[in-house]
């Protein structure tokens, strides 16, 4: 059964610092990342990373955010540096696991809180 659970999460000062960490149990992943849902909008990705290192990240964190994996705990990671206001949000853990026959199935962890404080 596949299990994601994050922590990290919690309340810093605008140009702080946090590190969100997500622990990954049951399968292995081809693809891990975190999105993130503020209050009234859409969840949006923040960044992503594949099996193969390569990364992705949405315009608005670029340069302050930093994706990584610790493949020996099966442990993504996202250090956030210069933190805004409008970086709060509910941020979620994300796995992609191929599931065969060119399918994938996408799991969720329960979703940790940031706020930031201006």
């Known amino acids: 059964q596949v299990q994601l659970v994050e922590s990290g999460g919690g309340l810093v000062q605008a140009g702080g610092s946090l590190r969100l960490s997500c622990a990954a149990s049951g399968s292995i992943f081809s693809a891990m990342g975190w999105y993130r849902e503020a209050p009234g909008k859409q969840r949006e990705l923040v960044a992503t990373?594949?099996?193969?290192?390569?990364?992705n990240y949405a315009d608005s964190v670029k340069g302050r955010f930093t994706i990584s994996k610790d493949n020996a705990k099966n442990t993504v990671y996202l250090q956030m540096n210069s933190l805004k206001p409008e970086d709060t949000a509910v941020y979620y853990c994300?796995?992609?696991?191929?599931?065969?026959?060119?399918?994938?199935?996408?799991?969720w962890g329960k979703g940790t809180l940031v706020t930031v404080s201006s």
């Open positions: 990373i594949s099996s193969g290192e390569s990364t």
């Open positions: 994300y796995a992609r696991r191929l599931a065969g026959w060119g399918r994938t199935a996408d799991y």
